[in-house]
């Protein structure tokens, strides 16, 4: 997440979800460059431009299983693509 610290106040940016790959600040404005679970890359400076608005991914569900965090894609009933990496260090999947 971005935020902005000015006159002692702090002000959020971005918002939870999205993942900032890189920013700049010039003459007060900010760009910055992010994903989220859905789309791969979002430019933003003044307003978001979607470099590739045909493309759409699949809004990962979070899941807890045992105190473990993670999230997975479910492209059909009993067909999940994929679970992050904290299950499989912690059960030995593979």
């Not at 045992?66 to 067909?79: R, S, V």
Request: net charge negative; aromatic share 16%; with cysteine.
């Amino acid at each position: 997440m971005l935020y902005r610290i000015s006159d002692n106040k702090v002000e959020e940016i971005t918002r939870e979800g999205l993942s900032v790959r890189g920013f700049s600040v010039y003459n007060n404005y900010y760009s910055y460059f992010y994903s989220t679970p859905t789309k791969p890359s979002l430019l933003f400076y003044k307003n978001i431009y979607d470099p590739n608005p045909s493309i759409e991914g699949i809004e990962p569900k979070q899941i807890n299983v045992d105190g473990i965090e993670g999230w997975i894609n479910i492209h059909g009933e009993g067909k999940p693509h994929c679970v992050l990496h904290s299950w499989w260090a912690t059960y030995g999947l593979r």
